[in-house]
């Protein structure tokens, strides 16, 4: 016997779909996947409240999802949100406008269990028992440190891929002085993370922007499709060759991740930065995350 379960991430820049089989011994196939690059961070005014135009969005791409859903004969959708409502002033208010108008309770997660999950998620096919792990979502970043199988520290830092793109970038493209401005922003983001003392051999990458760089990596590099490693050292010529900004650049993202062309540079300058602050060696972009960390630790076994 199995079960069927919809998991949803209602993230600041993209909203997920997942849809999972799951057999009584808690094994899973992914069924299929839909994302809608929603960009809800962009609909957050200068009050820090979410616009209805945003809650709007967001209803919509959910109401299209259950409807997707019901073309396999699936009912039942389970949402929980990250940085795009936790970091906002009228929370309860969108969650409830979003109940009111759909019908779906959104589980508003904690940056420290967004991170967790991201864990437990990416642990389900990486046996990572000691070193670092992150996640570069659109509104925020998620950083935990592990050892000897056990968690010593999750925090989230309120900075991502979308919002310094926000901040810093006034076109598609950054010029030098946006570099600038974008590189100090998450040099400041870092000093203010409480960041593991000693380097650890390897660091773990979650989420959208670190596979999206590791594609732009496997093919600058001519590396198979389903190589999962990128080494310090190619990080840092890849982010060197994306900041250029040039037709090879525009080639490698537009190939790789053309929805993606404006963040992809914050992304990977944030990556980067990140790769040289927690590992020595390498860092393995999991094919897993948040959703299949909240699948097996939230609905499964009820664990966090």
């Known amino acids: 016997m199995s079960k069927k379960y919809a998991v949803v991430d209602l993230g600041s820049n993209t909203i997920r779909l997942s849809a999972y089989n799951v057999l009584d011994n808690g094994d899973f196939d992914l069924l299929f996947s839909e994302k809608e690059m929603a960009g809800i961070v962009n609909y957050i005014n200068e009050d820090g409240l979410l616009s209805r135009d945003g809650?709007?969005?967001a209803c919509a791409v959910l109401a299209?999802?259950?409807?997707l859903l019901g073309h396999?004969?699936?009912s039942e959708m389970h949402v929980f949100a990250t940085a795009s409502l936790r970091n906002i002033r009228n929370t309860d208010e969108a969650v409830h406008l979003i109940r009111?108008?759909?019908g779906l309770t959104v589980d508003v997660i904690s940056g420290e269990t967004e991170a967790k999950l991201g864990y437990y998620g990416a642990m389900l096919k990486n046996d990572m028992r000691t070193g670092a792990m992150f996640d570069i979502g659109g509104g925020s970043t998620e950083i935990l440190e592990c050892r000897d199988g056990e968690i010593e520290q999750a925090q989230s830092?309120?900075?991502g891929s979308l919002n310094l793109f926000n901040e810093c970038v006034?076109?598609?493209?950054?010029?030098k002085e946006e570099l600038k401005a974008i590189t100090r922003r998450v040099e400041e983001a870092l000093?203010?993370?409480?960041?593991?003392e000693e380097r650890a051999e390897r660091a773990c990458g979650i989420g959208g922007t670190a596979r999206a760089v590791l594609k732009i990596s496997n093919a600058y590099f001519g590396k198979d499709a389903e190589n999962r490693v990128i080494l310090p050292e190619e990080m840092q010529e890849i982010t060197e060759l994306l900041c250029k900004r040039n037709d090879q650049a525009r080639k490698l993202i537009l190939r790789a991740c053309p929805d993606?062309?404006?963040?992809i540079i914050p992304g990977a300058l944030m990556m980067n930065a990140l790769g040289h602050a927690l590992c020595r060696d390498r860092i393995f972009v999991s094919q897993y995350g948040v959703r299949e960390g909240y699948l097996c630790h939230k609905l499964l076994n009820a664990t966090i």
């Open 170 to 175: 006034s076109k598609i493209w950054p010029k």
């Open 191 to 196: 000093e203010s993370a409480d960041l593991p």
């Open 157 to 159: 830092l309120a900075v």
């Open 72 to 74: 396999f004969g699936m």
């Open 55 to 57: 809650i709007d969005k």
């Open 64 to 67: 299209g999802f259950r409807t």
């Open 260 to 263: 993606r062309i404006h963040t």
């Open 100 to 102: 009111r108008r759909t």
